[in-house]
């Protein structure tokens, strides 16, 4: 075994023990918990707390919950609307802007590894850029609103999968 083969497979096991136990890069936890009113949680359940934990830690659970969000596509613009809806306002801060945009380009990134089928087109995703590319002022954020649409449609187009233009 090479000395690069050793250090990747003691990277990889370092960093899949990490997901396992839903902890960042620097250790801390991201407290993804279970529904307390019951002690099963529901798959669909357990992305949106994944999503919502993204949204409000940003970049470190993020890392972590890229393999997630490659497997939900669609569903993660609905989970957002869920959590902003949850706070009543649809309108993000402009940190929380800026990781909604990364977990929505993270979720198309890898097209063919997207669960469920319905999924794989992005209705919500695409009318959730367009709400907020219309609620902004700030030319750079719509920038990268203009930006992560484009992405996630030539992901799509690579992957050979419609993006409902």
């Keep these: 075994m090479s000395l690069l083969t050793a250090k990747l497979t003691i990277f990889l096991s370092f960093f899949a023990l990490g997901v396992s136990y839903a902890q960042a890069p ?3 936890s991201f407290d993804w918990k279970h529904n307390s009113s019951s002690s099963i949680t529901s798959p669909e359940d357990m992305r949106l707390q994944m999503v919502e934990t993204v949204l409000r830690e940003g970049s470190p659970a993020l890392t ?11 569903e993660a613009a609905v989970n957002i609307i869920k959590i902003l809806g949850m706070r009543g306002t649809i309108t993000p801060t402009e940190a929380e802007l800026t990781t909604a945009l990364t977990i929505m380009e993270k979720a198309f990134e890898e097209p063919t590894l997207i669960a469920r089928a319905n999924d794989r087109q992005p209705r919500a995703t695409l009318f ?3 709400m907020f590319e219309a609620n902004n002022s700030d030319s750079e954020l719509k920038d990268q609103i203009g ?3 484009e992405r996630i449609r030539a992901s799509l187009e690579k992957a050979n999968v419609p993006s409902g233009k």
């Design 26 to 28: 620097d250790g801390t």
């Design 64 to 74: 972590v919950g890229a393999f997630h969000l490659h497997q939900m596509g669609d």
């Design 128 to 130: 959730l850029l367009q």
């Design 147 to 149: 930006q992560t649409r």
